[in-house]
C-alpha cells in the first residue's frame, strides 16, 4: 500500500508520437531524467542495469506500445520494485506528459516532497530538450 499520489505533468510543444518516441527509447533517458540515474546499460528484453542515486538497480520499461504508456519499474536488489506511471497524452501539435509519483512505504513526506521537485525538474528539462531545434531531429 503506498501513502499519497500525486500527478506531475508538463505540457510540450511537439507531437504525442514525437514524445513517445523518444521516451519509449530508454538510451535517451539519462539525457533529462537525472532522478533515474546514468550509465544505463541493457541487459535483457525490457531490463536495464541502471547507477541511480540510490545504488545501481535494475529498470524495467514497458514495451513499446500505441497508448502512450512510458511506465518503468526501479528494482532494488533486496527490496520490493518502485512503480512509476508515466503517460504522454495527445493533445494534437501538443501533447503533456504525466508522471504519477506514488509515496512509497516509509517514506517522509519531505522524501516524497523532494522526490516530486526532482520530477518536476526532470520533466522541465525533457520539455527543454524536445522543444528546441536538437530535440526535433
Not at 505540457?11 to 533529462?32: C, G, H, M, Q, S
Not at 541511480?52 to 500505441?66: C, E, L
Request: hydrophobic share 40%.
Amino acid at each position: 500500500m503506498t501513502g499519497k499520489t500525486l500527478y506531475i505533468h508538463e505540457r510540450i510543444a511537439r507531437p504525442a508520437r514525437a514524445v513517445y518516441d523518444f521516451l519509449a527509447e530508454p538510451d535517451n533517458f539519462p539525457k533529462w531524467a537525472s532522478g533515474l540515474g546514468e550509465s544505463f546499460q541493457h541487459m535483457a528484453d525490457h531490463d536495464w542495469r541502471v547507477n541511480t542515486p540510490m545504488g545501481p538497480m535494475t529498470v524495467r520499461f514497458s514495451p513499446k506500445n500505441d497508448y502512450g504508456i512510458v511506465d518503468h519499474w526501479v528494482i532494488p536488489a533486496d527490496g520490493p520494485p518502485m512503480y512509476n506511471p508515466m503517460r504522454v497524452i495527445d493533445l494534437g501539435d501538443a501533447c503533456d506528459v504525466v508522471f504519477t509519483l506514488l509515496q512509497r512505504p516509509g517514506m517522509t513526506d519531505a522524501e516524497f516532497d523532494r522526490d516530486a521537485d526532482w520530477v518536476r525538474k526532470d520533466l522541465r528539462t525533457l520539455k527543454e530538450i524536445l522543444e528546441s531545434e536538437a530535440g526535433r531531429t
